[in-house]
């Protein structure tokens, strides 16, 4: 993985410097609250219910096992223990006091971490495939683009105060894993007329208050030119996004307005006019080389795909066989899988994890998977090179400590943000729903029978739950000071990118559960061939759905 | 903010998160701040709730609160509790979590 230059560790020291000095002087009375917000922001530090957060940037998920205790030590010691994995492959503690956050900041510094850019109105932290240069079905690994971007984006002084947040994904593989059509930009791995590799951009998609299936606005763009055409975007949206209306202000709702063409004309308009200025937006060929070869394939060995030690567990094991099969992916190199390590157990968290826990991971990530993890939009946590024949060892390790919950994808694996527990915006809770939801389909040979099915849950419209590209979306909205959930059916973030439609009137709390079960009841009724829930759906619509909930709810 | 101050809402307290941690307090009677709300300070009008905002507000100054608002709260047995759900998660703590927030240390009030 990437390792900081000279040049990142002296920007992030600086900043950890500026900012103990920023809070030394908002504690001494020389800044205001409304002074201090935008800065402690520009460094990760929200207010939130009960106490701060602080938001620390995983950039594109990656960690290594050094960083993953670096952040369980900070979680023991200025926290309570535990940290939260974020759908935007973040990491997030929950209470902070205000005159330590300098010193977290300083031991983040020390394992090349940060909390910039993980607020405001800037270019927020480049999210990615979890398995990135890995997975059988890529193109290209798209870390080293991410890398790229990520140096553009820090701290650009063009792009830091944006009209609103501006947020970049890059896929690399045939299978979306990185929701590129439900971001600011989405970057796919393309391959152009000649064969060779480049880039398909979208532009406009986003969820929140109004959600927006990204737009294409170039079918290939030559990896050279991929700075060059980010700026020009960016600053098309700099110069016609709405300041005036924060509903108004994301790129989509600008994509919306003037149409994906004319979007499109104008950037490359803009992209000529960079260009015509020489090649100061091109990466050095060096600096590219420089790069890639912190993402060059790892020390690997030469493997057979059959592991005779892991077909016997298997074979004596049904609890380690469906994990092998619900938990693991093909890798691209024989011999390795892909591991995947949910944090929802049932009942649990969906996010959450504690320091011993995470101190455990990243010891197993030594022992099996090159001192390397990330962490998924899906909140969980991925081991990308895992020997075939090492499986059931990790598997008894991760059983031993609670974490081989086998739901990869399945109905227990929800995303579920905050919501009223923690988040200060928040209409309603999340957790609870997804915990609920989670017991009331414990059985894994029930889930396995339902199959791939995503619950996203958010508390708020602001959608950090993703609820709009669940299969099925839980909505938290407030009635009065009374949680209530909309539920919104047939969403999903993969390369058929589709938004959820509202099934009807929101249930109450102590309907919402039920309801989703009427609706998993009617999907198993209606499904033929062994179909998804998406299928089902995308086959049936809304209004079988509807005549089962709203007759048996009584709405 | 969702579920924040009902307008029209006559039981009133202040409440706000101390500067130096975050931790939820209470505006009360003696006209300090407590991180339990059984000793905020209830007021029974409007008038009153704005009254006793305005006595809250010097302590954003002195560096002690940040943010005081007024919320309801409605009458409950012998004293009061919040009315919204988000109070009462602030009063005690997350819901998912017993272990953590004022809940843990102190019984549910
Ligand atoms: S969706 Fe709303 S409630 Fe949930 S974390 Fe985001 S802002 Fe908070």
Known sequence: MYRYDEFDHKIVT????????????RLSGELSEDEFKPLRLMNGLYLQLHAYMLRVAVPYGTLSSRQLRQLAHIAREYDKGYAHFTTRQNVQYNWPRLADVPDILKDLADVEMHALQTSGNCIRNITTDPYAGVSADELEDPRPWAEILRQWSSLHPEFSFLPRKFKIAINGAKEDRAAILFHDIGIGMARGGNGEIGFRVYVGGGQGRTPMVAECIREFLPKTDLLAYMEAILRVYNRFGRRDNLYKSRIKILVHQIGAEAMAKQVEDEFAAIQKQGDTLNVPPSEVDRILAYFAPKNYESLGDF???????????????????????????????????????????????????????????????FSELRVTHKQNLTFADVRGKDLHALWKALDERGLASANISLITDQIACPGLDYCNLANTRSIPIAQ??????????????????????????????HHHVGHIGILGVDKKGVEYYQVGLGGSSDNNGSIGKIVGPAFARDEIVDAIGTIVDTYLKQRVNGEEFLDTYRRIGL???????????QH | MAQHHNQTAQTLAVTANRLLDGEVVYFTDGGSWSEHFKDA???RSKGDGEAMLQRAMPSVEALEVIGPYLFEVREAGSGTAPVSVRENIRMNGPTVRLDLGKQAEHPRV
């Open chain 1, 543 to 553: 209004q079988p759905f509807k005549e089962t909930l709203y007759d048996t709810t």
């Open chain 1, 436 to 465: 609920e939801i989670s017991k009331r389909f414990e059985d894994a040979e029930l889930q396995r029978r339902i199959g791939r099915l995503h619950i996203n849950i958010s508390g708020c419209i602001n959608a950090c739950g």
């Open chain 1, 307 to 369: 592991a005779p030690e892991t077909e016997e567990a298997r074979l004596a094991d049904e609890n380690f066989a469906r994990w092998l099969d619900v938990n693991t992916a093909a890798h691209k190199i024989p011999g390795y899988r892909i591991a995947n390590i949910s944090t929802k157990p049932v009942g649990g968290i969906p996010g959450d994890m504690s320091a011993d826990d995470m101190d455990a991971v990243a010891d197993l990530a030594d022992k099996f998977s």
């Open chain 2, 41 to 43: 300070a209830v007021v």
């Open chain 1, 14 to 25: 600086e900043r950890v410097e500026q900012f103990r000095g920023q809070v030394a002087r």
